[in-house]
C-alpha cells in the first residue's frame, strides 16, 4: 500500500497520500497572509492557485459553502459548516465505509480497511486520536493516529486519513489535520510521522524525517516518510520510528 501512499504509483480520486491530493495535479494551497490576487506560482517550497481563474474558482467555492447542499451517500446534506471530534461507538461502522469507499480501486477491499480493524484492536490505538469530520449527523471524514516510537520513545503515527470520494478536494482533509495536530500536542506526544506526500504535508510543516535524525521503517520510503516535531520533541528523540505492529501486517 505504500507505493500508493506516497504516489509513486498514480492515484485514484481516493488517493491516500490526502484526501485532498489527486496524483498528477498541482497542489492547491491557500494562505490568507498573502495577496492571491497578485502572487502566483512557486514560494517557500509551496505551491500556490497557478492562476487568477483557479483563485477566483476557489473564491466563488468558498462563498457558497455555507448555503450549499451536498451529496454524502445516497442522502442530501444541507450544512452551514464542517465539524471535526472525536469518534464514537456508534461511528466505527460508518467510519469504516468511509476508508473503505476513498481508496476503492474496484479489486475487492482496500487494505486501509483492513489496516484500520486490526489498528483497533492492538495496543497501539489511542481512542483520543480517531477523529471524524461530521457535516451536519452525516460523517464524511476519518483520521487516526496509533502509537510509534522512535528509538524507545513513545510517539505517534498518522494513517489511515480518508474522506469520501464526493467532498475530497474541499478542505476537510486539511481540517481533521489540523485537529489531529492539536490533540497529539495537546496529550503529550513528541512527535506525528506519517507516510505522503512531502507537496502536501509540508503546508503542516512536515518535513523528511532524515532532518531530524529518524530513519523510516522502510529505507526505500524516502522523503515520503516524514514527522512533525510537537511541544515535547527535543533533538536526542532519534533513532528507527516503528508503527505499531498491523501496519507491518499490510501489503
Given at each position: 500500500?505504500?507505493?500508493?501512499?506516497?504516489?509513486?504509483?498514480?492515484?485514484?480520486?481516493?488517493?491516500?497520500?490526502?484526501?485532498?491530493?489527486?496524483?498528477?495535479?498541482?497542489?492547491?494551497?491557500?494562505?490568507?497572509?498573502?495577496?492571491?490576487?497578485?502572487?502566483?506560482?512557486?514560494?517557500?517550497?509551496?505551491?500556490?492557485?497557478?492562476?487568477?481563474?483557479?483563485?477566483?474558482?476557489?473564491?466563488?467555492?468558498?462563498?457558497?459553502?455555507?448555503?450549499?447542499?451536498?451529496?454524502?451517500?445516497?442522502?442530501?446534506?444541507?450544512?452551514?459548516?464542517?465539524?471535526?471530534?472525536?469518534?464514537?461507538?456508534?461511528?466505527?461502522?460508518?467510519?469504516?465505509?468511509?476508508?473503505?469507499?476513498?481508496?476503492?480501486?474496484?479489486?475487492?477491499?482496500?487494505?486501509?480497511?483492513?489496516?484500520?480493524?486490526?489498528l483497533r484492536a492492538c495496543d497501539g490505538w489511542i481512542p483520543e486520536l480517531s477523529l471524524v469530520a461530521a457535516a451536519a449527523d452525516t460523517l464524511v471524514g476519518h483520521n487516526v493516529c496509533t502509537r510509534g516510537y522512535v528509538d524507545e520513545v513513545e510517539c505517534v503515527g498518522l494513517?489511515?486519513?480518508?474522506?469520501?470520494?464526493?467532498?475530497?478536494?474541499?478542505?476537510?482533509?486539511?481540517?481533521?489535520?489540523?485537529?489531529?495536530?492539536?490533540?497529539?500536542?495537546?496529550?503529550?506526544?513528541?512527535?506525528?510521522?506519517?507516510?505522503?506526500?512531502?507537496?502536501?504535508?509540508?503546508?503542516?510543516?512536515?518535513?523528511?524525517?532524515?532532518?531530524?535524525?529518524?530513519?523510516?521503517?522502510?529505507?526505500?520510503?524516502?522523503?515520503?516518510?516524514?514527522?512533525?516535531?510537537?511541544?515535547?520533541?527535543?533533538?536526542?528523540?532519534?533513532?528507527?520510528?516503528?508503527?505499531?505492529?498491523?501496519?507491518?501486517?499490510?501489503?
Amino acid at each position: 500500500f505504500w507505493r500508493r501512499w506516497t504516489g509513486i504509483e498514480p492515484a485514484t480520486e481516493g488517493s491516500p497520500l490526502s484526501p485532498a491530493l489527486k496524483a498528477g495535479e498541482p497542489t492547491r494551497y491557500s494562505d490568507t497572509s498573502v495577496n492571491h490576487d497578485t502572487r502566483w506560482g512557486q514560494s517557500a517550497g509551496r505551491r500556490w492557485y497557478p492562476s487568477t481563474q483557479a483563485w477566483s474558482s476557489h473564491q466563488r467555492r468558498t462563498r457558497s459553502c455555507e448555503v450549499r447542499a451536498l451529496h454524502v451517500g445516497w442522502s442530501l446534506v444541507s450544512f452551514a459548516m464542517v465539524i471535526v471530534r472525536r469518534e464514537r461507538a456508534e461511528d466505527m461502522e460508518r467510519v469504516r465505509s468511509i476508508q473503505s469507499a476513498a481508496f476503492d480501486q474496484g479489486n475487492g477491499e482496500p487494505v486501509e480497511a483492513r489496516l484500520l480493524d486490526g489498528l483497533r484492536a492492538c495496543d497501539g490505538w489511542i481512542p483520543e486520536l480517531s477523529l471524524v469530520a461530521a457535516a451536519a449527523d452525516t460523517l464524511v471524514g476519518h483520521n487516526v493516529c496509533t502509537r510509534g516510537y522512535v528509538d524507545e520513545v513513545e510517539c505517534v503515527g498518522l494513517g489511515p486519513i480518508a474522506v469520501v470520494p464526493e467532498l475530497q478536494r474541499d478542505g476537510i482533509g486539511s481540517a481533521m489535520m489540523h485537529a489531529m495536530i492539536g490533540a497529539a500536542d495537546a496529550l503529550g506526544h513528541p512527535l506525528i510521522a506519517l507516510l505522503g506526500s512531502p507537496d502536501y504535508y509540508c503546508r503542516f510543516g512536515f518535513v523528511a524525517s532524515s532532518e531530524l535524525g529518524i530513519e523510516p521503517p522502510d529505507p526505500a520510503w524516502g522523503v515520503y516518510f516524514q514527522a512533525l516535531p510537537l511541544s515535547g520533541w527535543n533533538e536526542t528523540m532519534t533513532g528507527l520510528f516503528r508503527y505499531a505492529a498491523p501496519f507491518n501486517e499490510v501489503d
